[in-house]
Each structure stands twice: as C-alpha cells, then as structure tokens.
C-alpha cells in the first residue's frame, strides 16, 4: 500500500486488518483435547467444564481446601498426575489423604524442586507431554509468577494437552494468563465437607458463583447446595 | 573327521584367599591367611592360603582351633559372591589363550583349546605360560591337559606336575586319581566308597556298574565316566562382557560449549550402537573429560528406564554439560556405561517406520528429564499408623503399587506440615479443646472432633515414643487443622480439607 492510495482503499485494508485481529484475539483454543473436566453435576452453571490442555488457577483460603478441590479436579482428569512443590514449602502432600476425592496414589508421581525456577521449568515441561493426564503447581505467597509466566504455562499445556493447575495462597494472584480462577473458602460444618467456590473470571465468560458447596463422598462430587448461587 | 578336542583344566587350590588377599594390600604376604564362614554357631574355615595350608591348617576346622594353632593367622570372613566372580573374571582373561572359557566354582578354570596350542608354542609351554602368568599374579594353580574335560580336570585337582594326557588314554591316566579329590564327591558317599575298597577312580570303573548304580545313583557312574573320557558332557563357556566405554582423543584441544556437545553427539552414537547390539539400555552413564593440564572432570547423568536413545540421553546431559571448565581445553573424552540393563528392540524410542513412541516411554523420558533437576518419587504404602510413616518414596518408574483398602482412612488430612507447628490450647469444653492461641492469635475453636488416639509402634523396639491424640478442630473461618497432643504438647500437624 503506497501513499497513492486512495482513502477508501485503505480504511478497506485497515478493517480487514480488524477483522484478522479479532478472529485472532478469540480464536477457539487449539488445545483442549479430550472432553472438559467437569466441576459440578449441572452443566447449567459453567457449562460443561474445564477445558484441557490449558491452565487453571485455584486460590485457596486455606491450605486444606485447595488441596482438596485440586484432588477433586486432577482425579477426574484421568492418567497420570504430577504434583510439583517446592522445598519452602511447609506443607506435604499426605497422598492417603487424597484417595477420598478420588485421586489414587498409584495415578500420583510428587515432585520436589529445590528452588522455584527449577518448580517453573519441570511444570513447563510437564504440561508439555502428552503421558500426563494433569500438572499441579503449588505456589507459594510470594513466588513470582507473573502474566509473561503463566502464559508460558498456559501455551505448553495447549501445546501438550495436559490439564494445568496453579494452586496460590489467598490474595497471592495477579494478572494471570490462566482460563479460570477459582477460588475456594472453608464453610463450617458439622459433618459433611462445606466450601465457598467462586468462579472469579474466566477468558471469554462472566464470572460466576459463589456456590455453596457440600463434597459427597460416596459419589466423589460436588453438590450445589439448596439456596445458594 | 572333527578335529579332537583338548581341554585344558586349571585348578587353583587357594582361590579364594588368594582373590581376597589381591584386593586387601594391608594384609601381610608373608603370614598365613584364612578365610572363614558361620555354621550354625560356629565359626569354620573354609579356605587356606597356602601358608596356613602348609602349617597343617584345614577346611573345617574351628575358628579357634586355627587361631590356637598359629597365634599370627590373618582371619577374614569368606565373601563366597566376590570370589565367584573374580573366577568369572579370571575365565575372561583365560580368553587369551582360547576362545572358549568356563569358570568352574569354587576354583577351577576350564579351557577348550583345541587348535589354539600352535599359537604358543604347542600345549606344554601353552600350560606353562599360563601357570607362570597365574603365578606372577599370586596366584597358585595346578594344570593339566586331556581330550575330555572331566579328565584334565581330575588330573589337575590331584597332580602337581602339569600331566600332557594323549587323546584316547585318559581311563589310563586318571586311574590311580584318588576318588574324594579327584571327583569331589560328597563325603557320606566317599565313606561307603572306602567301606567297599573304592578309593580309587580306577578301583570303582573296575567294579560292575549295574551294582554301583543300584548303590550310589547315576550320578557317580556319571562322574566316573566323564573323567575317563567315555562321556563328555558340555561346558558352559563365559563370555565377556561387552565394551560400554567410547573414547576420542581430539588432535586439537576444544574448549567451546558447541564443540562438546557435538562430540558428545558422537560419543553417544557410538555407544547406542554398541547398546544396541548388545541388547542392553544404559542406567547410568559416565563421560570423563580429560583437560589438557592433565586433570579430569566427570559427568554422571542416570535413566529411571534402560534407554539407548541418543537423542534422548543428549538432553539429559545438556545441564551437566554446563559445569565443565574448559579452561585450555579437552583433549580426550570417554563415554562409559556404568550400568545397564537388558532392553528389547521393542524398547527403541525412534523407529524407522515412524510409529508414535509408547506413551509410558514418553513418561518415562520427561521423569528422566525432571529427576535431573527435581527430586521425583511416587508413594508407595507403608505399613504403619504414624501419618509420617506412613507412606514412603518409591522411585517415579516404578510400577505404581495399588494402595490397599482402608489406607489413610482414619485421620484425613490432605497436608501434612513439614516440622509439626507448636500451638497453646487455651480453653477447653468437655475435655476437647474450645480455643487456641496460634501464630500470634487466639482463635476460638467453633467444632473439636477427637481425640483418636495411636499408640506407639511397640513392635519396632527401642524407647517408646508417647501414645498421639489427633483432633480434628475448625475455626470460626472454617478452616480445618488436625492438632496433635502428645506428651503434654499441642501441636498442628496437618491441613485437612
């Protein structure tokens, strides 16, 4: 296009630049083989799930409930999950412990980085082959993991097919390249296991919740519970 | 026709003390040497070398018979594996002489030299060339050749002069052989033998054989006539380990990261193939770098899967690679396979038909990455109560073992704190506790569910750790803590859901 243009040529050529750039910006997500991983029974609240082959992002209020909902995810994601973690942290996985929520040990394979760059790089790689059914990355307060990070991320588990899930503290989330966000609360209760769940944002939908939520442990779900959401 | 066979048999009388004295420089040459082992509750010897053998030492008798007899006898504890395989060893560096070699525990060496005596002269400088090579070597033997195996052997436990037998007379020579030497049969029978007046291999191939089998058993027809010649059952020669080592000397030093790793490429090469035909994958791996001032640098990587896959063994070194320090350069590199494993062809990770690699292998290929950098382990159950004990790291490849029923299913947490965090519980309700004072706060307890208690693991001995009492609580925020009261301490052990 030269100077000699005439002005109606050239907005044409700029709206069809527009045009590719839109078609760019929401393009359907080359990743997400395989079906979505469901989160609650009734598809009518976020649809039919969390897509594959993309990055998730679960805060946690308290370790505990992270934990679970993570196991609750990953162990419907079928095949192998590795569970990265860093030597700050002071916490273990206690893998009997998640065998309620469905994730056996034998489908577990644990992963102790001794510094955070290191826990970085083998999520990477880890989202990255097909093998793994999932990856999940505990993160602690302050860990860097910015927007140029996460996207990483999120390009390698699009690129593998691999489900994705950064596990943070409370308040610890920025600006992120993740799908979703999850966040997660203890509810008190007096038997059955109670969490506050909220969908905070999600690429390409409205934020959603928060539900109240009860974990069955005979069928291994979540049930919404009457009056909320 | 087929060439007739010559067999050369080395018998050497004091192996295993003379093995072990090679790899124990500390041990006096000049003093006697016994080797022995636990019977029961006794201790026994079981070799001599050949200065306790001539002081009148022998197998058998008392630890502290022996030591009584001779106030400077060096004991040791046989080591029965090391000594089989220094034999195997030894049997491969027989294969100078002949291609086929067979080790024959606890202390013989069996060669099939047929054809190969010209090379040395013909087969008596033959046997003496390798008695002498033994005996530089410390070590003592007694050898003898014949047409059948069994005869240079009996000939060589007994005589001491390097008996040349000629095919066809071996009945002949092996005759006046003493039977419990020669033959080395066991004890009882050589009783019943000499109850008879058979102390001889000739004496006994003189009986009728019809009786002798119907008394002792075909096994000592069998001996009989495989030291006569009549029957000449098979040798199991050894065969030498393949050569996993590559190296390159360079004509000119390299110093530059590019440099290296192409060489490395090479390298590489050049050992999956070796692997290859070898049928083996490598575990471990060894690249030496050797710097032109004359010190050396050495790299390990390992596998958690037998691999010959260059490619794939290239990256696992990429990372070490970076901790070489060139300085004026390398001018020599050897590759070594430290440890390998049997691997299929079905293991190969690049096919030529281009099919998909297995998923397990791609698995197993990123763990390898992973565990260069991380430390990786797959939980494998442990039978005990104690949360801490109760699961242990298996190694990632392992093939994940199914966790049994009920495991973990009385306490629940999902997070087990690393060091227990020390808490006061300040109040309490009905026994349970109603509040705590944690991270600087008191916080009430809105729910206490408890105490379950875990005794100490009795069984394992020693001083008994006191009885746990595990609660269950929740804060007024709903999360949930699994407190642990133990000898009069609170503390928080774990996350639950």
Known sequence: MTAADPPSARSAALARLRDTLAGLATRAPTGGTGTPIPVFADPSLIGAGLVRGAL???????????????????????????????????????????IPFGLAPESLILARAARWPEALWAMEEALRCPALGGAVLMAGAGQGLDLTATRRLHLAAEAGGVFGLLLRPDGAAGASAARTRWHIAPLSSDAALRWRLTLLRQRGGAPAGPWNVSFEAATGSLRLEAGSG | ??????????????????????????????????????????????????????????????????????????????????????????????????????????????????????????????????????????????????????????????????????????????????????????????????????????????????????????????????????????????????????????????????????????????????????????????????????????????????????????????????????????????????????MGAEGQGALPMGAAPRPDGVLAQLLDRLGQRLRLARPAPMPSHWPERQWRAAPPHEAPSPAPPGWGARAAPVLLRRRPEAVQVTAFAEGAPAAMHWRGRVYPLTRAEGPLRLEAEWWHGGALPPARDYHRVQLASGERLWLCHAGGRWVVQGDLP
Request: aromatic residues 4%; glycine residues 8%.
């Open chain 1, 56 to 98: 998730h992002e679960v805060c946690a209020a308290s370790p505990g409930s992270g934990v679970a909902f993570a196991a609750i995810l990953l162990a419907r994601c079928g095949g192998q999950v590795l569970w990265i973690s860093t030597e700050q942290e002071s916490n273990l996985v206690w893998p009997p412990g998640l």
């Open chain 2, 1 to 342: 026709m087929r060439l007739a066979r010559r067999y050369l048999a080395v018998h050497l009388p004091f192996w295993a003390a003379e093995h072990l004295r090679q790899s124990r420089p500390d041990l006096a040459q000049d003093q006697p040497l016994a080797l022995w082992a636990r019977q029961g509750a006794r201790r026994l010897l079981v070799a001599l070398d050949h200065h306790a053998a001539a002081a009148g030492l022998e197998p058998g008798q008392a630890l502290a018979d022996a030591e009584a007899l001779l106030p400077d006898l060096q004991v040791l504890p046989a080591m029965p594996e090391a000594s089989a395989a220094g034999l195997r060893e030894l049997a491969v560096w027989a294969q100078r002489f002949t291609p086929i070699s067979a080790a024959l525990p606890p202390d013989g060496l069996l060669l099939d030299i047929t054809g190969c005596d010209h090379l040395f002269g013909g087969e008596a400088a033959l046997l003496a060339h390798l008695t002498a090579s033994l005996a530089e070597a410390g070590l003592s033997a007694q050898g003898a050749i014949a047409g059948a195996a069994a005869s240079a052997m009996a000939l060589a436990r007994v005589r001491h002069d390097g008996p040349i037998i000629a095919a066809g007379s071996e009945e002949k020579a092996v005759a006046p052989l003493p039977l419990g030497t020669a033959l080395r049969l066991p004890g009882a029978m050589l009783e019943d033998l000499a109850r008879l007046g058979l102390r001889s291999i000739g004496d006994a191939l003189r009986q009728p054989r019809a009786p002798l089998a119907r008394r002792f058993g075909a096994p000592l027809l069998d001996a009989l006539d495989a030291a006569a010649g009549h029957r000449a059952p098979p040798i199991t020669p050894i065969a030498a380990p393949p050569d996993l080592s590559v190296t390159r000397a360079l004509p000119e030093p390299i110093l530059t990261a590019e440099a290296i790793a192409a060489l490395l490429d090479r390298l590489l090469a050049a050992l999956c193939a070796r692997l290859s035909r070898a049928g083996l994958g490598a575990r471990r791996l060894s690249l030496t770098a050797f710097r032109v001032d004359g010190t050396e640098q050495r790299l390990m990587i390992g596998t958690g899967a037998p691999n010959r896959d260059a490619g794939h063994l290239a990256r696992l070194f990429t990372e070490p690679l970076a901790s070489l320090a060139p300085e004026l350069g390398f001018e020599r590199f050897t590759l070594h396979a430290l440890a390998t494993d049997p």
